[in-house]
DNA sequence: AGTTTGACTGGAG
DNA sequence: CCTCCAGCCAAAC
């Protein structure tokens, strides 16, 4: 790990997802940017796989960088369209208009 | 300590 | 739109 407490990191991705609006998505990047890891985009997904069950974090409000529902995890599309997450025709959400704009 | 794996990324085919 | 590939980095084995 890059730190000595990477349980710090996970509380950071946890806090960052729980703050994501309803309707709104991130990818594991820009998560990862946030809590101030910049590569690490897998960590966040690992953190977020490894959540324990009956967790409050809405994970399926992080999506990868191509506005696509993680492979092991088809539930997520459910999910976010039920939010009003805006999804393409296969899957794909229209990141344009549902990513988390943070600025 | 070396190898494999993955809820990733971005580009090419 | 889909699959494959190389790059990437920490965890798991």
Same mark, same amino acid.
């Given at each position: =790990?890059?730190?000595?407490?990477?349980?710090?990191?996970?509380?950071?991705?946890?806090?960052?997802?729980? /703050?994501?609006?309803?309707?709104?998505?991130?990818?594991?990047?820009?998560?990862? %940017?946030?809590?101030?890891?910049?590569c /690490? #985009? %897998?960590? !966040? +997904? %690992?953190?977020? #796989?490894?959540?324990? +069950?009956?967790? /409050? !974090?809405?994970?399926? %409000? !992080?999506?990868? #960088?191509?506005?696509?529902?993680?492979?092991?995890?088809?539930?997520?599309?459910?999910?976010?369209e039920?939010?009003?997450?805006?999804f393409?025709? +296969?899957?794909?959400?229209? =990141?344009? +208009?549902?990513?988390?704009?943070?600025?």
């Amino acid at each position: =790990m890059l730190r000595p407490d990477i349980e710090q990191f996970y509380k950071e991705v946890c806090e960052v997802v729980c /703050h994501i609006p309803e309707g709104k998505v991130l990818t594991y990047g820009d998560v990862a %940017r946030l809590v101030g890891y910049p590569c /690490h #985009s %897998r960590l !966040v +997904a %690992r953190a977020l #796989s490894s959540l324990p +069950a009956g967790h /409050h !974090v809405p994970a399926w %409000r !992080v999506v990868n #960088s191509q506005g696509r529902t993680a492979p092991c995890w088809p539930q997520q599309q459910a999910l976010l369209e039920a939010e009003g997450v805006v999804f393409r025709k +296969a899957g794909f959400v229209e =990141m344009k +208009a549902c990513r988390w704009q943070l600025l």
